[in-house]
Nanobody, 122 residues
Framework: VQLQASGGGLVQAGGSLSLSCTAS????????IGWIRQAPGKEREFVAAISRFPASTVYLDSVKGRFTISRDNGENTVYLQMNSLKPEDTAVYYC????????????????WGQGTLVTVSS
């Protein structure tokens, strides 16, 4: 699976951004797709994921109610809508894929996309 992430940028606190992750080489629906981020000087952490059919979603506690992950199987794309952004959301965001949700949540997916930088200014 090849993953291509896009949509990062600079936004003020309270603003919104939408990230996209497009997959190739394998149907998106065959894998759990997630977002993992790495802030400067910190370890990578799980942010959100959406499972294979039937799609269920899981979120990091600190982003619940602010971030929404969704999937468009026809477009082979997963989206992460990020609202009410905070400076502590600043990080490089990676999309990731694995057949198992548990491996994505453990930040041990088989497949990684390149990162996209999200910067939230205060």
């Amino acid at each position: 699976v090849q993953l291509q992430a896009s949509g990062g940028g600079l936004v003020q606190a309270g603003g919104s951004l939408s990230l996209s992750c497009t997959a190739s080489g394998s149907p998106l629906s065959a894998n759990t797709i997630g977002w993992i981020r790495q802030a400067p000087g910190k370890e990578r952490e799980f942010v959100a994921a959406i499972s294979r059919f039937p799609a269920s979603t899981v979120y990091l506690d600190s982003v619940k109610g602010r971030f929404t992950i969704s999937r468009d199987n026809g477009e082979n794309t997963v989206y992460l809508q990020m609202n009410s952004l905070k400076p502590e959301d600043t990080a490089v965001y990676y999309c990731a894929a694995d057949r198992l949700m548990s491996r994505v949540r453990a930040v041990r997916p088989d497949y990684w996309g390149q990162g996209t930088l999200v910067t939230v200014s205060s």
